[in-house]
C-alpha cells in the first residue's frame, strides 16, 4: 500500500548510457513531480505534470524526458548519462494548487560512473 | 536574486529542549510555506504547511510561525527527543504555481 513508489531504487550505469526511472502514485493526486537532490542534498525540482500536461520545466537540459501516460504515473528518461547527473532523484505527487502537501517515493540513486 | 536560506550549521540540542529552525526567503512572495522532514536515504516527509495569512500554526508538539514582513518562518519542536534528530527543510510555493522551492535543510541532532 505505498503511497509514491519508484524503481528502481539504485542505478548504477556508466557515462553515455541511456536510463528511465519510473514512479507511480496510488493517492488519487493530479499532480506529478521530479526532484533531483544533489551531494550537497539541495532539492531541486526539475519537472511537473498535472494530469498529464507538462506544467513545469525547470530549465533541465534536454536529455532529460519525462512522460506521463495517465495520472499515476510519470516516468523520467534520461540520454546520453554524464558524471554531472549522479543524484538522488525523488518523485513525488500532490492534489493541484500550491496548498497541498507533497507526498515523495523513497529515491532513485543513480551514479553514474 | 531569489533566495532561501536555512541554518546551514547542523543543530545540537539537549533532549527535552526547544528546538527552533529558521527559513528566510528574499524576492518571493509565497502564498504557501511548508516544512518537511527528511531522515537519511528518505525521501522528505511533510509536517505543516502555513498560509500567508496565518501567523502561527501548531500540530502536537511541532509549531510554525510565518511572518510575512520578515520574510522569514520559523519552526519549533517542543520537548525535543532523539527521534527528531533529522534534516528540516522547508519550502515555499512561488506565487501560487505548482512550483515549490526548497530551502538548504537545517541537520537538527537531539542529544540523549
Known amino acids: 500500500d505505498t503511497a509514491v513508489s519508484q524503481t528502481p531504487k539504485y542505478l548504477v550505469t556508466q557515462m553515455g548510457n541511456d536510463k528511465s526511472i519510473k514512479c507511480e502514485q496510488n493517492l488519487g493526486h493530479d499532480t506529478m513531480y521530479w526532484y533531483k537532490q544533489d551531494s550537497k542534498k539541495f532539492l531541486k525540482i526539475m519537472f511537473s505534470y498535472n494530469n498529464k500536461e507538462l506544467i513545469i520545466n525547470e530549465t533541465v537540459p534536454n536529455r532529460f524526458s519525462p512522460k506521463s501516460p495517465d495520472k499515476a504515473h510519470l516516468n523520467l528518461h534520461i540520454n546520453s548519462l554524464e558524471l554531472g547527473d549522479s543524484a538522488v532523484y525523488f518523485c513525488?505527487?500532490?492534489?493541484?494548487?500550491?496548498?497541498?502537501?507533497?507526498?515523495f517515493g523513497p529515491g532513485t540513486r543513480l551514479t553514474v560512473t | 536574486s531569489q533566495k532561501i536560506e536555512q541554518n546551514s550549521e547542523a543543530l545540537n540540542i539537549q533532549e527535552g529542549k526547544t528546538a527552533t529552525l529558521t527559513c528566510n526567503y528574499t524576492n518571493y512572495s509565497p502564498a504557501y510555506l511548508q516544512w518537511y522532514r527528511q531522515d537519511p536515504g528518505r525521501g522528505p516527509v511533510f509536517l505543516l504547511l502555513i498560509r500567508e495569512n496565518e501567523k502561527e500554526k501548531r500540530k502536537e508538539r511541532l509549531k510554525v510561525t510565518f511572518d510575512t514582513t520578515l520574510k522569514q518562518s520559523l519552526f519549533h519542536i517542543t520537548a525535543s527527543q532523539p527521534a527528531d534528530s533529522a534534516t528540516y527543510l522547508c519550502a515555499l510555493d512561488s506565487s501560487g504555481t505548482y512550483k515549490y522551492i526548497f530551502g538548504t535543510g537545517t541537520r537538527l541532532k537531539v542529544l540523549a
Open positions: 513525488a505527487s500532490s492534489l493541484s494548487g500550491g496548498g497541498y502537501e507533497q507526498y
